[in-house]
């Protein structure tokens, strides 16, 4: 059975590599913002699981696999009552910073798992996960030269936990998994869900050999 990603995240297909999958990645292009418009009323959570499973639906329908399944996120931090995804640019990442520094917010995460049976979607199962970051106080030197890499106009919230950004953060309540861009402890469930256990979809890896030496 395949493994399909359905996002151009490095993050999220490197927790899933190093959790013992080799998906494969198909990016989904959907129109984000249009989806949000088209339901305003939404929770921080209805949201970021809307364009999940938008994005999972756009790339199961175009690959039409025999046999997968097809795994969709989007990920945005909730803070102050307001959800936010990427930065436009780099005055916008300056100024959550600004609102970030020594406060906390929730990083929402929506998960869609599809499972395909004969080219059709045969089964969804749908989630999302909230992890409390606990953000610390960079200086202006230190928040200069973050913005100068580029990496947080890249990234939901304008931070990440398994990047340069992991400098700043003080800690997280809740799965860090998520935090990066997709819960496993969460998809494992949704796997489920649709009648994939995930142990069944790890590569073949001999632990022993791949186990570091102790030292003297």
């Known amino acids: ?18 959790a013992g999958l080799d998906p494969l990645v198909e990016v989904s292009d959907v129109d984000e913002d249009a989806l949000l418009a088209a339901v305003p009323g939404a929770t921080a959570a209805e949201k970021v699981t809307t364009l ?4 999972a639906t756009t790339v199961a329908r175009r690959i039409g696999a025999v046999d997968a399944v097809v795994i969709g996120c989007d990920s945005m931090l909730h803070m102050s009552g307001t959800l936010v995804g990427k930065p436009v640019d780099a005055d916008d990442a300056r100024a959550r910073w600004r ?20 080219g059709e979607i045969d089964r969804v199962a749908e989630g999302h996960a909230v992890t ?5 106080e960079p200086t202006d030197d230190e928040l200069d030269a973050y913005l100068g890499t580029g990496e947080p106009m890249r ?18 309540d809740g799965d860090p ?5 997709i819960s496993l402890p969460l998809t494992r469930r949704l796997l489920a869900g649709v009648g994939v ?14 186990r570091p030496a102790a030292s003297d």
């Open 132 to 136: 409390v970051v606990r953000f610390g």
């Open 1 to 18: 059975m395949h493994v399909v990603l359905a996002s151009a995240s490095p993050a999220r297909l490197s927790i899933l590599r190093g």
């Open 177 to 181: 998994s998520n935090v990066v861009g």
């Open 52 to 55: 999940a499973g938008a994005k």
């Open 99 to 118: 609102e970030m520094a020594g406060g906390t917010g929730e990083l929402v995460t929506g998960h869609a798992v599809l499972r395909m049976v004969d």
């Open 155 to 172: 990234v939901a919230g304008a931070f990440t936990l398994d990047g340069l950004g992991g400098w700043f953060v003080e800690g997280v």
């Open 197 to 210: 256990g995930v142990t069944d979809l790890w590569r073949s890896v001999d632990v022993a050999s791949d």
